[in-house]
């Protein structure tokens, strides 16, 4: 039987979602949930078998989730709701599953998801509540400047100037399908939608925009970074600019 999970989750106590080798000594999402799971199935005796376990994508070490995506792989006879209560009362507070559904039998949540999207929050102003949950950018930002330069990523591009190298990456290009920069009173709301994203892709898009918001960096050379792969001052790619994961959260997934 395979179920749809969707769920939620504060990381800044975790090492990311994907369970690691050595889950006793790094903390992950999927790790943690993994335990839960085979708790409850130990806990009720029965036709309770575990099989597997996926998300739609990584989130790194800090990186939050207002709705991440994943697959369960199982021989049960609990129903959906009775399972979502009896995970939940198994996990830790900072990670609740919203909702669980009986999904079809090729569902597969990364390989069926046609595209994701995240959110990153600045903050203007120190703050005594959400340090964890935010980037304050000391410096005064304009945001009209990153409005504009954030038009430049929108369309198909290769982005190895702004991702680390990954093995389960086989290209560096994605279709971007959107990105919005607006403001209220406090904060700077970045959002992001694209085909897939590569290892820190979204943090150095962000650390380039504030870049661009400082008055210290062009709209050309946001256009040469896409155009030839490279930042023509550094040669390096934007890797210095990387935005911390505090502000960072996987917003929603679309199939």
Request: aromatic share 10%; with cysteine.
């Amino acid at each position: 039987m395979k179920f749809k999970i969707y769920l939620e989750y504060a990381g800044a106590n975790y090492s990311g979602w994907q369970k690691q080798p050595k889950e006793s000594a790094v903390k992950t999402v999927q790790g943690t949930l993994m335990k839960a799971i085979d708790t409850v199935f130990r806990k009720n005796k029965g036709v309770n078998k575990f099989i597997d376990l996926q998300g739609s994508g990584r989130t790194d070490a800090g990186v939050h989730a207002i709705e991440q995506v994943a697959h369960l792989d199982c021989e049960t006879m609990l129903g959906p709701e009775i399972l979502k209560m009896k995970i939940n009362d198994e996990l830790p507070g900072d990670i609740n599953i919203l909702e669980i559904e009986k999904a079809r039998p090729d569902f597969h949540a990364r390989h069926t998801a046609k595209s994701r999207q995240y959110l990153y929050v600045i903050s203007k102003r120190r703050t005594a509540f959400e340090k964890r949950y935010v980037w304050w950018v000391k410096d005064k930002l304009d945001v009209k400047k990153m409005k504009d330069a954030s038009k430049f990523f929108v369309g198909m591009h290769d982005f190895k100037a702004f991702s680390d190298k990954s093995p389960d990456d086989k290209s560096t290009k994605c279709l971007v399908e959107s990105l919005e920069v607006t403001e209220d009173t406090n904060k700077i709301y970045i959002r992001i939608k694209a085909s897939h994203f590569l290892w820190k892709m979204v943090r150095r898009i962000v650390g380039a925009l504030v870049e661009v918001g400082r008055g210290k960096m062009k709209n050309e050379e946001i256009s040469d970074l896409l155009n030839i792969g490279i930042n023509h001052r550094s040669k390096k790619g934007v890797a210095e600019f990387t935005a911390p994961p505090s502000g960072l959260f996987l917003e929603k997934i679309v199939y």
